[in-house]
């Protein structure tokens, strides 16, 4: 099985929140791939929230509306600080969608943006290295 149709049915099986609806929605344009490139890593627990919790700070003050996010960082408080996530990219034209899974191989959590964009992510990127 393919890891986008992994993620649809994972999506699938709880499918109770705005967040899963809108990964699934996000999901089902063709052009959403998954981006094997390995930008997203595993790494226990303590880590992916030191990250995430930052993220959702700046999603929150930039108005980047970052579907799941606060999910996700909720999920994450509520693991062992040494257990380990593995996080997967899926890319579309203007969809950006990130899944994480525990060690177990279940759904931890999902993140989607939509109106993504190279050049956005690389404004928000310099905006949080005080470039901008």
Not at 19 to 47: F, H, I, K, M, T
Not at 75 to 91: A, I, K, T, Y
């Amino acid at each position: 099985m393919n890891r986008k149709q992994a993620l649809v049915d994972a999506l699938k099986e709880g499918l109770s929140s705005s967040w899963q609806r809108a990964a699934l929605s996000a999901l089902d344009d063709a052009e959403v791939v998954y981006d094997g490139s390995g930008s997203l890593n595993d790494g226990p627990v303590d880590e992916w929230l030191s990250i995430y919790r930052i993220r959702l700070k700046h999603c929150q003050e930039n108005g980047i509306q970052a579907i799941g996010l606060a999910e996700f960082v909720q999920n994450l408080e509520q693991r062992m600080p040494n257990d380990m996530v593995r996080g997967e990219p899926f890319d579309g034209p203007t969809t950006h969608i990130a899944a994480f899974w525990d060690a177990a191989g279940n759904l931890v959590g999902c993140v989607t943006i939509l109106g993504w964009s190279p050049e956005r992510g690389q404004e928000n990127l310099d905006r949080a290295l005080g470039k901008r």
